[in-house]
């Protein structure tokens, strides 16, 4: 009999029913400028602007469009300055991590941040040590009788790691990596394979050199058998890998390569394979060069000949072209320019980028910290928007949710908003700009969770309002409060005044979840 699918929790009758009646505010909300400035009202003062309407029909959250890029403008204050560092450089600030950078100052956190190994976290690696899967061989999850654990364990362990750690930047670069070198979990072995992929490839040299993390990934089991070279041999050589090793992983299809070349990388691959389940060629789960199977002739890859005779350094030799080649360091530094500062970068900033990777020997940590003192990228806030994990994430690390061990059901809304990890099919990885994720039915999954969570409705999590707004004495007080804590910031007058008149009708404490959750669904808690 086939298990039962596990069903998102959604709000009751009597809840949807009074939530329906929030749709007005919210849909008002969704229309108002995440970027104003919070003194707005002052400077239409100034200015003699008329202010917002707010009893003009609202565009309705089902048309209202993404947020467009803005203007690189340098932010004006210090406080504007912390507030857009946090929101890039954390899943979402909490008031210790706050506290801390504006004690230390923005610059000396980035350095903190890109220095984990000297972050303490004790705590949320001792919890990940628990999933018994993390210590065990390829071999003993092969013959677990739950096929499903390795891959349940792993999920739970990175969001954990995400929602908890200290090590905020360097979770953000795992996952931009991850992405990167992305691999579906749910095909064939990848359930068992992918573990180690996390813990042996992407996270040790997440912030090292590229040529490192790109040589690993090569010689990842995971990763090969998600692209098929794990089957390839001299007979067939499967050209799967070969063609995502360039377009998606190196030099990309701006630099121009041709199909000879994908054919003749994946004939340099041949060889390169793993040892399955049953271990006919050694451990199981291993990567296994295996020299009956490679193709020995001579190749030209790039305009480079390739003697015959080279055996497995046939795959060094491509491995060290591609991570050398000048494409590479642009098209890792777009796409870090394209995760940090907006879904379109300027050239200026990526040129830059690219010289650095170029200069360092691609150097990951050295081009994260070049990009963090770019003026592009500190002039960017309100250009990125949060992707459903960011999104989630952000939720429970500033509302403080207490999560339980056993947090399957939330993730279940993680699912449906459309970014479980690992859970992306192609190889390109999910997407990273926001036309692909603010639609109406994102947008909504993001509204009904946001509500969920603070309503006390979401099995697995429970969030403590009182606390949060224990200083809070009045309509505007709790919105303010509530506002700074999931912003980092006072909102706009518009967005602003639509709250407080929310929150002074009827019992305030009675709006206390709905008032949390709007500001969740808003389009200011959406930008990064």
Not at 64 to 72: D, H, L, R, S
Not at 73 to 82: C, E, K, Q, R
Not at 155 to 179: C, G, H, K, M, P
Not at 380 to 394: D, I, N
Request: negative net charge; proline residues 7%; contains cysteine.
């Amino acid at each position: 009999m086939a298990a039962p699918t596990r069903t998102p929790t959604r709000l009751p009758r009597r809840a949807f029913l009074k939530t329906s009646a929030l749709f007005g505010v919210w849909a008002a909300l969704a229309a108002c400028n995440p970027r104003a400035a919070p003194d707005e009202e002052q400077d239409r003062a100034a200015t003699g602007t008329p202010p917002h309407d707010h009893a003009a029909s609202p565009t309705p959250a089902a048309t209202a469009a993404p947020p467009t890029a803005a203007p690189t403008v340098p932010p004006a204050s210090g406080d504007a300055v912390l507030a857009h560092g946090l929101r890039r450089l954390t899943f979402g600030a909490t008031p210790q991590l706050e506290a801390h950078a504006r004690q230390v100052g923005v610059d000396a956190f980035i350095e903190e941040q890109l220095h984990p190994e000297a972050i303490a976290d004790d705590a949320v690696e001792a919890r990940v040590s628990q999933f018994a899967t993390f210590s065990m061989t390829p071999q003993e999850r092969f013959e677990l009788e739950r096929r499903a654990q390795p891959v349940q364990e792993l999920i739970a362990a990175t969001l954990l790691r995400q929602a908890a750690s200290a090590r905020q930047l360097y979770e953000l670069v795992v996952d931009f990596w991850t992405n990167h070198f992305n691999i579906y979990i749910l095909k064939d072995q990848c359930r068992t394979l992918k573990t180690d992929d996390d813990l042996h490839v992407i996270r040790p040299y997440a912030l090292g050199r590229f040529a490192d993390l790109l040589t690993a990934s090569a010689h990842s089991p995971a990763m090969l058998v998600y692209l098929d070279q794990a089957a390839s041999n001299q007979d067939v050589p499967n050209e799967n890998y070969a063609r995502e090793l360039m377009e998606l992983h190196t030099i990309s299809v701006e630099a121009g390569y041709t199909h000879h070349d994908v054919v003749e990388v994946a004939r340099a691959l041949t060889g390169w394979t793993v040892s399955g389940p049953r271990g006919r060629m050694g451990e199981p789960g291993r990567f296994v060069y295996a020299p009956a199977l490679h193709d020995d002739g001579e190749k030209h890859i790039l305009g480079v000949h390739f003697p015959a005779g080279q055996g497995q350094g046939d795959g060094d030799q491509v491995l060290e072209i591609l991570a050398a080649h000048p494409m590479t360091a642009r098209f890792i530094s777009a796409k870090l320019a394209r995760r940090f500062v907006s879904d379109t970068p300027p050239e200026a900033v990526v040129d830059r980028l690219a010289a650095t990777f170029t200069n360092t020997g691609g150097d990951i940590r050295a081009v994260l910290a070049s990009l963090f003192a770019a003026d592009e990228f500190r002039g960017s806030a309100g250009q990125k928007t949060k992707r459903p994990l960011e999104f989630f994430v952000s939720a429970l690390r500033v509302t403080g949710a207490a999560v339980r061990e056993d947090a399957r059901p939330i993730y279940d809304h993680l699912a449906l908003m459309g970014q479980a990890p690992f859970q992306w099919a192609p190889p390109d990885g999910y997407p990273d700009a926001a036309s692909y994720w603010m639609t109406t039915s994102g947008l909504l999954n993001r509204w009904n969770f946001g509500m969920l969570l603070t309503g006390g409705l979401l099995r697995g999590a429970q969030v403590n309002l009182s606390a949060l707004t224990a200083d809070a004495a009045s309509p505007a007080d709790v919105v303010d409060v509530l506002a700074q804590r999931f912003t980092g910031e006072r909102l706009p007058g518009d967005a602003r005044d639509i709250l407080v008149d929310f929150a002074s009708t009827g019992d305030l404490g009675d709006n206390l979840p709905a008032i949390a959750g709007l500001l969740l669904g808003s389009p200011h808690f959406q930008m990064r």
